[in-house]
Nanobody, 126 residues
Framework: HVQLVESGAGSVQAGGSLRLSCTAS????????TGWFRQAPGKEREGVAY???????TIADGVKGRFSISRDDAKSTLYLEMHNLSPEDTGMYYC?????????????????????WGQGTQVTVS
């Protein structure tokens, strides 16, 4: 398992934008699903966006059109770009990598098991 470290935490006003970064201590395996997740107070952790292979991405319905995910293999870094933020987006954001090689199925959590997690970074929208 690689060690993942998130950065980009901060507070932003509604309608604003924020970019989160997730840097791996080693190479991010392109054929393992990798994604961003969040957990708001009183709610279960949910998947936000996923990426695997040759930039195949999946975006959760609740953030589709506002959030995007990308990966820079040279920098071993995963990004989450968030736009038009609202208070509903407030929460702790995590990046993670799946437990097994992608085989063509869905990367969506919790159906897909993720076993390598970052420490999380707080996003607050007011």
């Amino acid at each position: 398992h690689v060690q993942l470290v998130e950065s980009g935490a901060g507070s932003v006003q509604a309608g604003g934008s924020l970019r989160l970064s997730c840097t791996a201590s080693e190479t991010i395996y392109r054929w393992y699903c990798t994604g961003w997740f969040r957990q708001a107070p009183g709610k279960e952790r949910e998947g936000v966006a996923y990426i695997v292979g040759n930039d195949f991405t999946t975006i959760a319905d609740g953030v589709k059109g506002r959030f995007s995910i990308s990966r820079d293999d040279a920098k071993s870094t995963l990004y989450l770009e968030m736009h038009n933020l609202s208070p509903e987006d407030t929460g702790m954001y995590y990046c993670a990598q799946a437990a097994r090689t992608w085989y063509g199925g869905s990367c969506q959590y919790p159906g897909q098991v993720y076993d390598c997690w970052g420490q999380g970074t707080q996003v607050t929208v007011s």
